[in-house]
C-alpha cells in the first residue's frame, strides 16, 4: 500500500525528511527510498471554530546546566524533567491554540499520549513509577508493569502462603504487619525476645506468657486466631472463594480502594481471582499447587499484565513504551527524551555472544606493570556486529514511535552540561560539523552508527534543513538541501533552565516544612509542626550501650583483659629468615612496584590455610 490513511502531511512529510537522510541499507539494512515512503492517504475534518493541528513538527529541547550541582543526578531523574516540564508547557499551549475535531461528537477534543520519559524501555525502573506521571495530565492511564509487581498483589500472595504453611517466616511477618493484622515491628520484636528460638509463628504462640505486655498478647491471641480461621476457610474452598472471603472479612479490599490508585488495584486484586479461577478449571487445583504455579511464573520472569481500569476509546493521556505502542494510533504524541542514550549493555562484558559472528571474549594478562586487559580480534568483531543490529533496532524503534502520530508529533529532550562542563548541545554540533559538507541524499555510515541517541539522527537531518539551523547555530559550511515536500517542517526551540532554581522552588512550594529543615529556620506554624519537632528531636534509648563494640575481634579481647601480657614479634618465614623476622614477599606473579610484601590479612589467610591441610595425626 503506498499510501497512509493514519496521518496528516504534517505529519509524515517531516519523518520521510528525516529518515530519507540517515536509513540506508548499508549502514541499518533500511533502504528508506521512493517505494519506503509515506504517501498521505486521509483527509481530515477541519474544525468549524478554526482550530487546527495542521503545524510543523514540534522539537522541544531543554538545555539545563549542571555544572553546579553538588551532586550528579541520575539519568531517569533528568529525563523525568525533561519531558514533564516540556509535557506541560508544550501542551498548554497547544491547548490554547489549537484542537482535535471529532465528526461524530462535533465537538474539539484533544488526546495526549506520550513515551516515557525515563531512558530505560519499561516504566518500571524509576522507584516511584513513569516520571512524567506527576507532571502530566489527568485524568491518565498508566500502562504500567506486571501484576507480580503490584503491592497489593504481593501481599496476598503473602497470605495465601501463611494458608499453605504458617511456618514461613518471610510472608508471616508481611501479613502480620499489614492492616490485615495490624500488628507493629516493635510488637514483634517483644514476641521474639520472649521466644528467642524458633518461627515467628512459634512466638505468636509463646505470646499468652505473662512477661508479654497485655496489649501485645492480646493482639497475638487475636492474630493467632484470625490465621487459623483462615487455614479452616482454606480447607473448605476452591482458591477463588477463598480470595473472595479474604477480600471481605479482612476488609483489605476495601483498604486499597481508598489508596492512590484505589480502582487499579482493586482491578488488580479482582484480575488474581480470575487467575486463580483459570488455574482451578484446569487439571491442577488446590492452594499448595496454585501457589507453585505462581512461584514458577515468577522464576521463569513470566509476569502477568497488570489490570486495566480504561478502555482504549477512552479521552485520556496514556503514557507508556514505544514496544507497547506497536499497532496504536493517538491524535497527538510526544515523544519524550530523545536525547536519552542507546542502551549499549549487550557489548560491554567480557564475553560476547552471537548467533552467526560467534564468541568474543576478552584477555586478561598479568605483566610486570600489573594486569592488562585488552580486546581480542574476535571480540571486537562480534562486538561490531551487535552493535550494528543494535543500531538499526534503535532506528526502527523511532519509526515507530513517530508513526503513531495521526495530527501532531512533538519530540522533547534535554541537552545537559555536567559537572566537568561538558556541554552536550556542543557536542552535538561537534558531531554534526564533521559531514557538514556532505552533498549527497544520505548520509555515510560512519554518521550513522556514530550516533549515541535518537537525537543525533534527527539532527544530521535538520542539518541540511532550513528549520533546522536554531540547532546548529555557528556551524559553519553546511550544504542546505531543498525540500522534500513543501509540509516537511520543523519548529525547533530551546529553553534555558536553571536547574537548582526550578528544584528549589518546587520543593519550597511541594513541602514547607522541610524546606524550613533544610534551611535551618524554624518550622511554619501548622498541624504537623509538633510531630516533625518530636521525630527530628528524638534520641536513643542507648542504656549504656554506646561504649560496647558490636563487633570485637579475639586480638582487642585479649589486649583489653592482658594490657601487660609481652607481645611476642612477628614470626619470619623459614627461607630467607632474618634477624627479628621479616616481611614475607608476594609472588612473582602478583607483584607490583606498590605491593612487594604481604599484608597482615594475607599473612594471615595463608597461615590458616596451612593449617587447614596440615595432616595432625600423625603429629606426636
Known sequence: MSENFRSRAEVLQPI???????????????????????????????????????????????????SAEEADDEGEELAAFCGGVTLYRTSHQSADRCGIYCPERKSSALERYCRPAARCKGTGSHPDG???????????????????????????????????????????????????????????????????????????????AEEVPPAVRNKAKEALQTIRCWRREALLHSVPELLWHLYRTSGYYDYVGALPDGILRQANLRMLIDRAGDFERTNERGLFRFLRYMDALQRRSTDLSAARTLGESENVVRIMT??????????????????????????????????????????????????????????????????????????????????????????????????????????????????????????????????????DWIALALMRHPDGQALMEGVEGIELREWSDEKARFAVRFEKVDVRTSRSEEESAADAELSAIRSGEPLPPGTRSSYVDAVLSWTYDSRGTEQIH??????????????????????????????????????????TAKRAALSPMERGTAMHALMQHLDFAECT
Open 16 to 66: 520521510n525528511e528525516i529518515f530519507s537522510q540517515i536509513a540506508t541499507e548499508s549502514a541499518v539494512e533500511i533502504a528508506y527510498d521512493q517505494s519506503a515512503r509515506l504517501n498521505p492517504g486521509r483527509t481530515f475534518d477541519d474544525d468549524p471554530a478554526g482550530k487546527s493541528l495542521a503545524s510543523p513538527l514540534e522539537i522541544d529541547l531543554l538545555d539545563a546546566d549542571y
Open 130 to 208: 513513569c516520571p512524567c506521571e506527576k507532571r502530566a495530565f489527568h485524568p491518565m492511564q498508566m500502562i504500567r508493569q506486571g501484576i507480580f509487581e503490584a503491592s497489593e498483589i504481593r501481599m496476598m500472595l503473602s497470605l495465601l502462603a501463611v494458608l499453605d504453611n504458617a511456618r514461613q517466616d518471610t510472608p508471616l511477618t508481611a501479613v502480620l504487619t499489614s492492616p490485615m493484622i495490624g500488628m507493629s515491628m516493635e510488637e514483634l520484636a517483644l514476641l521474639r525476645i520472649h521466644t528467642p528460638v524458633g518461627s515467628i509463628y512459634d512466638a505468636l504462640k509463646g505470646a499468652a
Open 550 to 591: 558490636a563487633k570485637t575481634s579475639v586480638t582487642e579481647l585479649k589486649r583489653e583483659n592482658f594490657p601487660d601480657e609481652e607481645v611476642l614479634p612477628s614470626f619470619a618465614p623459614a627461607v630467607g629468615a632474618g634477624a627479628g623476622g621479616q616481611d614475607w614477599e608476594v609472588p612473582r606473579f602478583l607483584r
Open 322 to 455: 514505544i514496544h507497547r505502542s506497536k499497532g496504536l494510533e493517538f491524535p497527538v504524541v510526544f515523544l519524550a527524551n530523545i536525547a536519552g542514550a542507546f542502551n549499549t549493555q549487550d557489548i560491554s562484558g567480557d564475553v560476547l555472544y552471537h548467533a552467526h559472528a560467534g564468541i568474543g571474549v576478552r584477555v586478561y594478562e598479568n605483566t610486570k606493570i600489573g594486569r592488562q586487559k585488552y580486546d581480542t580480534l574476535g571480540r571486537r568483531s562480534v562486538k561490531e556486529v551487535i552493535r550494528r543490529e543494535t543500531i538499526a533496532e534503535e532506528m526502527r524503534i523511532l519509526y515507530v514511535a513517530m508513526t503513531r502520530a495521526q495530527e501532531k508529533l512533538i519530540l522533547t529532550g534535554t541537552l545537559r552540561t555536567s559537572r566537568s562542563g561538558l556541554s552536550r548541545l556542543a557536542q552535538l554540533r561537534d558531531f554534526c560539523r564533521k559531514y557538514a559538507k556532505e552533498e549527497g541524499e544520505t548520509f555515510p555510515d560512519a554518521a550513522i552508527l556514530g550516533a549515541s541517541c535518537y537525537l
